[in-house]
């Protein structure tokens, strides 16, 4: 660490952003505190990333406090897969759907066209496979539940929000403790998927426009936080107080002031200075 923090003030200083202090938090011995008196904020980040990467790290301009409201994706998020690919395996195109995906969460596809493109493929593909698919195989991310019952104990907020699906993200919530989700439908008749959505699209526009109508709840001033891993992630990440981009693809990141590239969930907590010892969860 120390090696790592001698790199990282002498790369701060030869740009004239010296350090003001630098200290382990008392309560959480693998989290630096470093206090800096000047600097901007994309040159900051690129030496603190190429000093200490990969790292988990959270930038701030004021005291960091606890959010009164998060905001987060679902996929590779709070759960570790792709429920549309994951889908997708129960119909043997899991291949096709994949690829599409990856390249839309890389910002390469706009993602209402993808996601219309890969529910396309799923026509006629029974309504059980849902259900087989959850139990199969969604797995919630190592410290996803701890995360958020920890932030509502402190009186925060809790929103899932997904390019996804309600049948997938209903449950999701239930199990993580999110207090309200926002996602897209399948459209099913006779028991199967009709391949079209059975209502508007949830896309990034959506996203950013559910945390601003959650934070226009709590008044002015209100602190909020939003998590994700893809591009249709960075409008809310660039819109909330703290944006924090969780494993996530380069252009995700890059809107980010904080990520997740070493721990899991709970590194979040950590981050906002809440002991383990009052993790809930």
């Known amino acids: 660490m120390e ?82 690919d994951e889908l ?44 087989r698919c959850l139990d199969q195989r969604i797995v919630p991310m190592a410290g996803a539940r701890t995360l958020v019952e920890t932030l509502k104990a402190r009186g925060c907020r809790t929103v899932l929000v997904t390019g996804g699906f309600h049948a997938f993200a209903d449950p999701v919530a239930e199990m993580l403790g999110f207090e309200r989700v926002v996602g897209n439908r399948l459209g099913v008749a006779d028991g199967k998927l009709t391949g079209k959505l059975a209502a508007e699209i949830v896309d990034s526009t959506t996203k950013r426009q559910t945390l601003e109508q959650e934070k226009a709840r709590l008044g002015d001033g209100a602190v909020t936080m939003a998590a994700g891993d893809g591009a249709n992630d960075i409008p809310m990440i660039e819109a909330a107080t703290y944006g924090m981009a969780y494993y996530a693809k380069p252009k995700a990141k890059a809107a980010a002031n904080g990520w997740v590239d070493r721990g899991d969930l709970t590194s979040i907590l950590k981050l906002l200075g809440i002991p383990q010892s009052d993790w809930v969860g």
Not at 67 to 74: C, E, G, Y
């Open 88 to 131: 997708a395996d129960f119909a043997g195109i899991k291949p096709q759907i994949a690829e599409i995906t990856e390249r839309a969460m890389q910002g390469e596809l706009d993602f209402a066209s993808a996601l219309t493109e890969r529910v396309g493929f799923l026509t006629g593909l029974e309504e059980s496979a849902i259900s």
């Open 3 to 84: 090696t790592a923090l001698d790199a990282a003030a002498a790369a701060l200083a030869d740009k004239g952003w010296a350090m003001a202090g630098a200290q382990m938090l008392d309560f959480c011995g693998d989290v630096l505190e470093i206090q800096l008196a000047g600097g901007d904020a994309t040159g900051v980040r690129a030496v603190l990333d190429a000093s200490f990467g990969p790292c988990d790290l959270l930038m701030s301009d004021a005291e960091i406090v606890v959010p009164q409201l998060f905001v987060s994706d679902m996929d590779s998020t709070m759960i570790g897969q792709e429920c549309i």
